[in-house]
């Protein structure tokens, strides 16, 4: 398994627009050698995530996924996919609910969600309570990206696009209540800021 990353941001590790995170995932830049599976020349096309290699190699070593264990495995196998099968249409979802590197990089929390060709970004900050001398409240802050014209993510359509904006801050939302996933805390009140998609304070 080897990879390239452009022509995507070349940044830091864990930053919204990350490799899978900001772009296609491993499609289509990473080369896959897999005897009996993948042939010479074939291009499987499809989004996949990290959390899918524990899945796939699982399967390639021949050793089941314990039936006590299924329900903790997030990602998929991707041997099909890779055998020429379609990828199946799947929310994939990356959630950081914390600040990395206050000295630099300095990566404020986000979670983001890929859904087809879309990816959006939440970011956590804008959920807070205003700060600042003006009290000024932006409201929830979003960047939205269809990764198949701008794999770079240059472009952002949140402004042009609010439904879609809202139609996947909907998944992410339901996504992230389902995993049970710890959301930011603010510092002001201690409690945890509410999930994207609520737009209340």
Known sequence: LAGADAPLRPLVWHMPH?????????????AVRWPGVTEAGRVARGPAITHDLFATLVSAAGAPV?????????????????????????????????????????????SAVRLGDHKLIWFHAAAMPPRGEKGENTG??????????????????????????????R?????LRGADAQLSIDAATGRPISLPGHFGR
């Open 18 to 30: 990350f490799w899978g995170i900001r772009g296609p995932g491993i499609e289509p830049y990473s």
């Open 66 to 110: 314990p039936v006590a264990h299924l329900d903790a495995v997030d990602g998929i196998d991707l041997g099909p996919v890779l055998a020429g099968a379609d990828a199946p249409l799947r929310p994939l979802v990356w959630h950081m609910p914390h600040f990395w590197g206050i000295r630099g990089p300095g990566i404020e929390p986000y």
């Open 140 to 169: 929830p802050r979003y960047e939205l990206y269809d990764l198949r014209a701008d794999p770079g993510e240059r472009r952002d359509l949140a402004e042009a696009e609010p439904a879609r904006v809202a139609a996947l801050a």
């Open 171 to 175: 998944v992410l939302r339901e996504c």
